[in-house]
C-alpha cells in the first residue's frame, strides 16, 4: 500500500524566512496530495492541495511542487509570521479510492 | 462553513469501560473517518463509513469498532478500554465517492485511559 515519509519533523525559522517541508510517496497511482496545518488543540485543516495533472499550485504566500517522477511535493511558506507555527501533515491518495495516507508531521516554529 | 463536531474533547476512562466517542457532521457529506493521532506516528486511520450502516476498517481497527445510524452521525466505539488506547481521537468527513474533494476534521477528542 501506499507510505508516505515526511521531512524534517521539526522545523525552527525565523520570522520573515521561508520554510520548506518535502514529502515522499511509494504509490506512482496516487493523484492528490493535500496538506494539513494543525494549530494547537484543533483538528487539522487543508491549506492547499493539488492533483497529479499540475506541477505548481500557488496561494499567497503558500505554494507547493509535485514532482511525479520523482515521486515527492513540497510545501513551500515564504515570509513566515508567528501564526505560522503549528504542525503541518503531507497526504497522498488515489481518487479511485479516496482515503488520505498520511505524513508523521512536521512541527514549524516560527521565532519572531 | 462545513462543522465536524465531536462530543467531547477530553475524557478520563478507566481500564475496561466501554467508551462512546461521537462525531456530528452538518454537511450532509457521504465519507466520515475516525483517526488516532500520536506524537511520532501523525494520523492513522481505524474506521471509515462511505454510507449510512456501511464500514470499512482502517489500518487500525483493533479493539474498536463503529456505527453509523444516520448519515450526519458517527460514533467509535472502545468495546473496552486499555490503557494503549490513550490518544488523541480525529473524526473526519467528505463529501462524494471521490478522493479529491476537501477532507473536513472535529477538533479532537483527548481520550486518558487509567
Known amino acids: 500500500g501506499e507510505n508516505v515519509e515526511q521531512h524534517p519533523s521539526t522545523l525552527s525559522v525565523q520570522e520573515g524566512d521561508s520554510a520548506v517541508i518535502k514529502c515522499t510517496y511509494s504509490d506512482s497511482a496516487s493523484n492528490y496530495f493535500p496538506w494539513y496545518k494543525q494549530e494547537l488543540g484543533k483538528g487539522p485543516q487543508l491549506i492547499i492541495d493539488?492533483?497529479?495533472?499540475?506541477g505548481e499550485k500557488k496561494d499567497q504566500r503558500i505554494a507547493v511542487t509535485l514532482n511525479k517522477t520523482a515521486k515527492h511535493f513540497s510545501l513551500h511558506i515564504t515570509e513566515t509570521q508567528p501564526e505560522d507555527s503549528a504542525v503541518y501533515f503531507c497526504a497522498a491518495s488515489k481518487r479511485s479510492q479516496g482515503n488520505l495516507i498520511f505524513g508523521k508531521g512536521t512541527k514549524l516554529s516560527v521565532k519572531p | 462553513d462545513v462543522k465536524v463536531t465531536q462530543s467531547s474533547r477530553y475524557l478520563v476512562k478507566r481500564t475496561g469501560e466501554k467508551v462512546f466517542l461521537e462525531c456530528v457532521q452538518d454537511m450532509d457529506h457521504e465519507n466520515m473517518f475516525w483517526y488516532r493521532q500520536d506524537p511520532g506516528l501523525g494520523l492513522r486511520l481505524i474506521y471509515f463509513s462511505y454510507d449510512v450502516k456501511m464500514k470499512e476498517k482502517g489500518d487500525i481497527p483493533e479493539g474498536y469498532s463503529v456505527s453509523r445510524e444516520k448519515k450526519e452521525r458517527f460514533s467509535l466505539i472502545l468495546e473496552s478500554a486499555s490503557t494503549n488506547q490513550t490518544s488523541m481521537y480525529l473524526c473526519?468527513?467528505?463529501?462524494?465517492?471521490?478522493?479529491?474533494?476537501?477532507?473536513?476534521f472535529g477538533p479532537g477528542t483527548r481520550l486518558l485511559v487509567l
Open positions: 493539488i492533483r497529479s495533472n499540475v
Open positions: 473526519a468527513s467528505r463529501p462524494g465517492t471521490g478522493g479529491w474533494e476537501t477532507q473536513y
